[in-house]
């Protein structure tokens, strides 16, 4: 087999891996069948190449197929070796004891956010983001963070992956106005959710930088409107930054991720 058909092959596997995580349940054959470009016969063959694997497990009973073990051993090493969550979390947690409210810990990833930690406030408030969940960027004040300190050919790159869907009145639907808003983030060193994802969740972010002023993470504090006003966060601003760089601090001598 040549190594590009290898690489072709690995990109199906995973590409089959996706879409049965995506279902959130056990899955038939007939429904992946249904939604696949592969035929039959090279869907099947993935499915058991991938069974064989420990990546996939089918249940004769239910004829079904749902996630492996071993993909949750590697999800592990991964989380250990390519999240600063690990490192952060006291951080975190003291951050969100001090200040009463939701903090995240968010990375970019394939130009969307992927939250790593979340720490509620001892009153909860419900909100789309949880560790471990994706959101977009271009409107979530950890996003905008972490793309503001991007350099240029990575941020025009990061920009490209971008929806503008309009979530609420306040989204930013161009990538003009984004960045304008990346400047003055840059400029200042804290970022804002304005109710630009979820209508009453406001928050002020911070990018979390290695000494070279590479983004590594970003950290915010969430709250709603019927507790604060974006002014009211900006309180918190002494709290946000100390608590981002001595993140920084304890992460300099972790191995970043390409």
């Known amino acids: 087999m040549s190594r590009q058909a290898g690489i072709g092959t690995v990109g199906k596997a995973l590409e089959v891996l996706d879409r049965v995580a995506a279902v959130g349940r056990p899955v038939r054959f007939s429904e ?6 592969h035929p039959k ?8 190449t991938l069974v064989s694997q420990g990546m996939l497990v089918y249940d004769d009973q239910r004829q079904t197929y749902s996630l492996g073990i071993r993909l949750v051993r590697l999800a592990h090493a991964a989380w250990r070796q390519s999240s600063i969550a690990p490192i952060a979390r006291p951080f975190v947690k003291a951050l969100a004891e001090t200040v009463g409210e939701t903090v995240h810990l968010a990375q970019l ?14 009153d909860p408030i419900d909100m789309f983001s949880q560790a471990g969940k994706v959101g977009p960027a271009y409107c979530t004040g950890v996003g905008k963070a972490l793309m503001a300190f991007l350099g240029a050919a990575e941020l025009d790159d990061v920009l490209k992956k971008q929806s503008f869907y309009r979530f609420t009145p306040a989204t930013l639907t161009s990538e003009e106005a984004l960045r304008a808003d990346l400047a003055r983030i840059r400029e200042d060193g804290i970022a804002f959710d304005r109710e630009e994802h979820e209508p009453g969740i406001i928050c002020i972010a911070a990018p979390i930088l290695s000494s070279k002023g590479r983004p590594v993470g970003a950290l915010s504090v969430t709250t709603s409107t019927r507790r604060k006003s974006v002014e009211d966060l900006t309180e918190l601003r002494p709290a946000l930054l100390g608590t981002a760089a001595r993140i920084a601090a304890a992460v300099e001598d972790w191995q970043f991720p390409a």
């Open 32 to 37: 992946l069948l249904a939604k696949s470009s």
């Open 41 to 48: 016969a090279t869907l099947y063959r993935l499915l058991q």
């Open 109 to 122: 990833d394939s130009g969307q956010v992927l939250y790593v930690e979340k720490r509620n406030a001892a």
